[in-house]
C-alpha cells in the first residue's frame, strides 16, 4: 500500500504542475494577443492590458512568465490588481470565511443524506422511497438563487433570522456569548442552502450504492446465518456500501468552492467564493488566477486524503 | 424414525407485474438424518427457490403459497422472523453456489466464523476464537492460525467454500443445505469439496440437501435423489434404484444423454424441446411438450404421484 | 462408468424473436412514470421553443424587444393600456404572463428565453459530447500504445483528472468573464468544461468493448480504425452517453442562469430565462411575475431533463437486460 500511496502523491505533484500552467494560461485567452485590444470586448481597455503585461511580464517568452508568475505567487510578490496588496494572505483571510460554511455545510449533507439514502434503499419501492427521490431531483432542478431567494424571503418573514453578512452590525459589542450565537445563526440558512443540493445528490447516491449491495450474495450468506435485519444492513450492507463514499469526501470541496460564488453573493458573506467575483469583476486577474489555482490545490489535495483513506478503509488495497 | 426435514405441498410464487406465477407447485421431500438427498433438475427448475424457502429467505416479489416444512416436528412456515432467525444458522446451515461472492470482503475469515457462534451460542471471545481455529482445521484448511485473520479475497474459491462450510456446519445443526456447493469451482477441487462434506456428514450426523444439476456427483454422494422438473417433482427414488431403473420419462431423458464411454459414433441423445417458462407451462403434465410416451391423458392432467417401488415414486402416467 | 456433467440450459422457448435492445430500452421507459412524464414535457417543450422562434423572429405581435415604458411593470392577465400603438400591441390582445421593468410583454420574452436556453443546452453538451467521446474513445481504445514516455491513456486520463481539479462553475466564470460576452462563448465554456465525466465513461465502455469478438472481428476484415470506433463500438457504448447528456443539458441551462445571476449571462436585449430571472430578482416584491415564471419554468424543465436521464440509465442499464 505505502508504494501505492507514493506513486500517487508523485502522481498528483504532476498534477499540479500542469494544474499550475493552465492556471497561468488564462491569462492569456482574456485580452487575445496582448499588443492589440480586441474592439468587441469592452472589458479591456488599454490600460488594463498594459497592467497585465506587466504583472505577467507578457514580453517575455512562455516559460519565464509561468516561472515568473509561480515566483511571484510564493514570494507573496504577487499583488492584487485592485489594492496593490499580496494575493495569497487575502485569499487565506477569506478561505477561513468561508470554512464555517464548508464546514456546517458538509455536516449537514452528510448527516441528512446517509439516513435517508439507506432508508431509501432498505424500503425500495415504497412511497418514502419514491417521494424522497421526487424531492431529491427537485432540489437539484432548482436554481440556487432562486430557491435562496425564496427561502429568505420565507425565513426572514417567518422568524427573522439574519441572513446578511457574517455577524450583526455592532454585535461585536456585546458579550462574547451573545456574539457567537450570533455568528451562529448567521450561519444557519447559507449552509443550508449550500447543503441542499448536496444533499439531493448525495443520498441518491447512498441509495444507488445501498441497493446495489443489499443484492450481493454476502448479504444472503449474512440472513442465512441467522443474523438479525439490523446487523445484515448496518453491519453488513452498510461498510460495504459505505465504502466509495470515502472517495466524495476530497470531491467535496470543489463543489463548495463553486458553489460558494452564488451564496456568498446572495448572503453578502465575505468569502473565498465573492473575492473571485468581485476580482472577476474588477479584472484582478492576479488574484483570480491564484484562486483558481488555489482551488484547484485543495481538490487535488483533498482527493489525496481520500485516496488514503479509502486506501485504509478497502483490505483489499491494503494489503496488495 | 422421524425425518429431520419434511416438506410436503410446498408452493412458492412470484408476483410480478400483477400476475402472480407459481414457480414451485406442491413439492414433497425429505431427508433423515445422516442422509444425503440430492435435488437434481435443470437451471430455473426451481430447486434453489425451494431451498431459500425452507429457510423463510424468500424475498418479495416471492412468497411461499402453501404447504408445510417440518423440521423434526417444528412447522417452520409462517414462523414469526424472530424464531426463523434463531434457526437459520444454529440448526440449518447453508451454503452457496458462489464463494467468490458469498463472503463479506470487508470482514475477516475469522470475524465472519465468529459471527454465527456469537449469535447462537454464548460463548466467550475467547472461547469462540479457539473453537473457529478448530472449525478451520476440521474443513481442512492449512495454517489455521494465519488464515483466521485474513480477509476473502486473499482465498483461493476453494478454500472460501471451505469457511463458508466452517459457518454453516459450527453450530452443529441439523440440516445442512448445499446449494450447487461446486459448480464455481475447478473439478479437483469439486471432489475435495464433496468429500469434506461427506466426511463431516458421518462426523455429525447432519442431513445434507445437495442441490445439483450433475449427475455424476449424484451418483457419488447421494444417497436419494430428487428430480424435480418445471417446478413439480417428477421422480423419487434412492440412488440405485434412480439409476437402474428410472420411471419418469424426464430422467430416463437424462440418464440417456449422458455420453457414454465407448459409444463412439453415435448421436448424442438430447431430450427434444426446451423447459417451458412458468407463465408457459402447459396444462396437465408439465413435461407433456417434450415427453416421447405422451399419452393424451398427459396433456390434460397433472399426474399424480404414485409409488412404484419401495421409497420410488414418480409422477406419471405411465407405469 | 465415467460421468461428465450433463449442464442442461435453459433456452428461452417463447416463439417470438427477442425485443432490439432500443426496443427493450423504450419499454422500460415508458414504464417509469416520471421518466415518461420528463419526455412529454420535454416534445411540448420543443414544440413551443420551434413554434416560439417562428413567432418572436417574424410577427410583430410577438416581438420581446418592444418596449412599451407607458405598460411596465403590468400584471399576468393585464390588458393593454389605450396608449400603446397598434403595431406595438401584443399578438393575443393582453399581456398573458405581464410586463417587465421596460413594457415588454414577459410570454414573448419567455418564448425566446426558451429557445435561447434549450439551444445553448444542446450546444453546450454536444460540444461536451463530441469531446467526451473523442478522448474517451481514444483513451479506452489505443490505451497501451506509447507516445515517449507516457501511454495514451494515461496522456489523456491525467488531462481530464487536470481539467477535474478546478472547481467547474469557477473556472466556467472565470472564462466567461475573461471573453467578450456573446451566446457563443457561453456555450463554447460550458461545453469545454463539461466532457470530463463522458470521456471517463466511454473510456471504461471501449477498454471493455475492445476485449470483445466483434471488435477483433472487424479489425481482422481490415477495416478502417475510425469505422471499427464509431460505427462498431461507439453504439455499444452509448448509454451512459445519452444519460449523461441528457442530465447535461439540464445541468447547462442551471449553469446559465447561474452566470446571468452573476451578470455573465447572455446578454440584453436577448432574453433566456436566467436572465429573465436574474433581472426579475429585483422585483420581487413589486412585480413577483417576473421572478416566479422564469423560475419554475426552469424548475420545471431542469427537472424534466433530469427525470428523463435517470430513466434511460434505467432503461439502459445493461444488468438489467432481457427484462
Known amino acids: 500500500m505505502r508504494a501505492f500511496l507514493i506513486r500517487n502523491f508523485l502522481q498528483r505533484l504532476l498534477l499540479l504542475f500542469f494544474v499550475s500552467v493552465i492556471a497561468h494560461a488564462m491569462v492569456h485567452i482574456a485580452p487575445g494577443e496582448p499588443s492589440e485590444v480586441d474592439p468587441a470586448n469592452p472589458r479591456m481597455k488599454p490600460e488594463d492590458i498594459a497592467k497585465i503585461r506587466a504583472a505577467f511580464h507578457l514580453d517575455e517568452p512562455l516559460h519565464l512568465q509561468y516561472v515568473y508568475w509561480m515566483r511571484d505567487l510564493f514570494t507573496g510578490e504577487l499583488k492584487s490588481f485592485k489594492d496593490s496588496q499580496p494575493v495569497l494572505p487575502k485569499i487565506a483571510g477569506r478561505f477561513v470565511n468561508s470554512l464555517p460554511i464548508f464546514i456546517c455545510a458538509t455536516l449537514i449533507v452528510w448527516t441528512l443524506a446517509f439516513p435517508t439514502g439507506i432508508h431509501a434503499a432498505v424500503r425500495r419501492g415504497s412511497f418514502y422511497d419514491r417521494g424522497s427521490t421526487f424531492v431529491a431531483y427537485s432540489l437539484i432542478s432548482i436554481p440556487g438563487f432562486f430557491l435562496a431567494y425564496l427561502v429568505i424571503l420565507w425565513v426572514v418573514q417567518q422568524f427573522g433570522i439574519p441572513v446578511i453578512g457574517m455577524r450583526t452590525f455592532g454585535a461585536s459589542e456585546a458579550q462574547p456569548w451573545l456574539r457567537f450565537m450570533d455568528r451562529i445563526w448567521h450561519l444557519v440558512i447559507p449552509s443550508l442552502m449550500s447543503a441542499l443540493v448536496g444533499i439531493a445528490v448525495l443520498s441518491r447516491y447512498v441509495r444507488s450504492q445501498m441497493v446495489d449491495v443489499l443484492q450481493q450474495e454476502y448479504v444472503r450468506t449474512a440472513r442465512a446465518k441467522g443474523l438479525d435485519n439490523d446487523t445484515v444492513i448496518y453491519r453488513h450492507a452498510l461498510r460495504n456500501a459505505l465504502l466509495p463514499f470515502i472517495t466524495m469526501f476530497g470531491l467535496m470541496l470543489p463543489a463548495l ?20 467575483y468581485e476580482a472577476i469583476l474588477a479584472r484582478d486577474f492576479p488574484l483570480v488566477l491564484t484562486i483558481n489555482f488555489i482551488a484547484a490545490v485543495l481538490t487535488l489535495a483533498g482527493t489525496f486524503l481520500s485516496d488514503v483513506m479509502y486506501a485504509m478503509a478497502d483490505p483489499r488495497i491494503r494489503l496488495s | 424414525m422421524n425425518p429431520v426435514l419434511h416438506v410436503s405441498n410446498l408452493s412458492i410464487a412470484f408476483d410480478i407485474k400483477g400476475r402472480s406465477t407459481t414457480v414451485v407447485d406442491e413439492v414433497g421431500l425429505y431427508i433423515n438424518a445422516g442422509e444425503t438427498l ?37 412447522e417452520l412456515i409462517n414462523l414469526p422472523e424472530s424464531a426463523l432467525q434463531d434457526i437459520r444458522g444454529k440448526s440449518i446451515g447453508m451454503i452457496f453456489q458462489e464463494p467468490m461472492v458469498a463472503l463479506n470482503p470487508l470482514f ?49 474459491g476453494g478454500m472460501k467454500q471451505r469457511v463458508m462450510i466452517a459457518m454453516a456446519i459450527a453450530c452443529e445443526p441439523m440440516l445442512l443445505i448445499a446449494d450447487e456447493p461446486t459448480t464455481a469451482l475447478d473439478v479437483t477441487v469439486q471432489a475435495q469439496i464433496l468429500g469434506l462434506i461427506d466426511q463431516l456428514q458421518k462426523d455429525m450426523n447432519i442431513a445434507v440437501l445437495l442441490i445439483t ?23 423419487s427414488a434412492s440412488v ?25 459414433g453415435a448421436r448424442l441423445y438430447s431430450i427434444d424441446g426446451a423447459v417451458p417458462s412458468p407463465d408457459q407451462f402447459p396444462a396437465g403434465c408439465r413435461f407433456s411438450n417434450r415427453c416421447p410416451l405422451v399419452l393424451e391423458q398427459c396433456r390434460e392432467s397433472v399426474p399424480t404421484m404414485t409409488q412404484r417401488q419401495t421409497s420410488h415414486y414418480a409422477a406419471c402416467w405411465q407405469d | 462408468m465415467a460421468y461428465s456433467a450433463t449442464t442442461l440450459d435453459q433456452t428461452n422457448s417463447t416463439i417470438a424473436p427477442p425485443d432490439s435492445p432500443a426496443r427493450q430500452a423504450w419499454r422500460i421507459l415508458k414504464q417509469d412514470r416520471l421518466a415518461s412524464a420528463g419526455l412529454i414535457i420535454l416534445a411540448v417543450l420543443i414544440l413551443i421553443a420551434i413554434a416560439g422562434k417562428w413567432l418572436t423572429d417574424t410577427q410583430t405581435g410577438f416581438d420581446p424587444a418592444t418596449v412599451r415604458l407607458v ?59 463530441v469531446l467526451g467521446i473523442f478522448f474517451g474513445a481514444l483513451a479506452g481504445y489505443y490505451g497501451d500504445k506509447r507516445l515517449g514516455f507516457i501511454s495514451v491513456d494515461n496522456l489523456i486520463m491525467r488531462f481530464t483528472d487536470v481539467m477535474l481539479c478546478f472547481p467547474t462553475f469557477f473556472l466556467i466564470l472565470t472564462a466567461v468573464a475573461l471573453l467578450p460576452p ?47 470506433l464509431f460505427i462498431h463500438m461507439l453504439p455499444n457504448a452509448m448509454a451512459p452517453v445519452l444519460v449523461s447528456a441528457t442530465i447535461g443539458v439540464a445541468s447547462a441551462i442551471l449553469t446559465e442562469s447561474a452566470l446571468s445571476f452573476l451578470g455573465f449571462g447572455v446578454q440584453p436585449p436577448d432574453a433566456t430565462w436566467g436572465n429573465i430571472l436574474s433581472d426579475g430578482k429585483s422585483y420581487i416584491f413589486d412585480a413577483p411575475w417576473l421572478f416566479f415564471f422564469p423560475g419554475f419554468a426552469i424548475v420545471i424543465v431542469v427537472l424534466a431533463f433530469n427525470l428523463l436521464g435517470e430513466g434511460l440509465r434505467e432503461a439502459l442499464n445493461p444488468k438489467l437486460r432481457s427484462r
Not at chain 1, 468552492?257 to 473571485?276: H, Y
Not at chain 2, 437451471?43 to 434453489?48: I, R
Request: net charge negative.
Open chain 1, 257 to 276: 468552492i463553486g458553489g460558494s460564488v452564488i451564496f456568498e453573493q446572495i448572503f453578502a458573506w465575505p468569502g473565498i467564493g465573492r473575492l473571485g
Open chain 2, 38 to 74: 440430492a435435488l437434481v433438475g435443470e437451471s430455473g427448475c426451481g430447486k434453489s427457490v425451494t431451498a431459500l424457502a425452507l429457510m423463510g429467505l424468500i424475498e418479495s416479489p416471492g412468497r411461499v403459497n402453501g404447504g408445510s416444512v417440518k423440521l423434526q416436528d417444528q
Open chain 2, 108 to 156: 475477516t475469515v475469522g470475524d465472519q466464523i465468529g459471527e454465527v457462534l456469537l449469535r447462537h451460542t454464548s460463548l466467550s471471545r475467547d472461547a469462540v476464537q479457539r473453537k473457529c481455529l478448530e472449525l478451520l482445521d476440521q474443513v481442512g484448511i492449512p495454517d489455521p492460525a494465519r488464515r483466521i485473520n485474513q480477509y476473502p479475497h486473499e482465498m483461493s
Open chain 2, 213 to 235: 444439476h450433475n449427475l455424476g456427483i449424484v451418483a457419488q454422494h447421494a444417497d436419494r435423489v430428487t428430480v424435480m422438473y418445471a417446478g413439480r417433482i417428477a421422480e
Open chain 2, 240 to 264: 440405485h434404484d434412480l439409476f437402474a431403473d428410472p420411471h419418469h420419462p424426464y430422467t430416463q431423458g437424462l440418464l440417456k444423454s449422458i455420453p457414454r464411454n465407448g459409444e463412439t
Open chain 3, 71 to 129: 405598460d411596465k411593470l403590468r400584471p399576468p392577465m393585464a390588458s393593454i393600456s389605450d396608449l400603446v400603438p397598434t403595431e406595438e400591441r401584443p399578438a393575443l390582445g393582453f399581456y398573458l404572463l405581464g410586463t417587465d421593468d421596460l413594457g415588454r410583454d414577459v410570454f414573448s420574452r419567455m418564448l425566446q428565453g426558451s429557445v435561447v436556453s434549450l439551444t445553448i443546452g444542446f450546444v453546450a453538451v454536444g460540444i461536451a459530447t
Open chain 3, 182 to 228: 456573446s451566446i457563443y462563448n457561453i456555450m463554447a465554456i460550458i461545453g469545454l468544461t463539461s466532457w470530463m465525466g463522458t470521456a471517463r465513461f466511454v473510456r471504461a465502455e471501449f477498454l471493455s468493448l475492445r476485449e470483445q469478438d466483434f471488435v477483433e472481428a472487424a479489425r481482422a476484415l481490415g477495416l478502417p480504425a475510425w469505422r471499427v
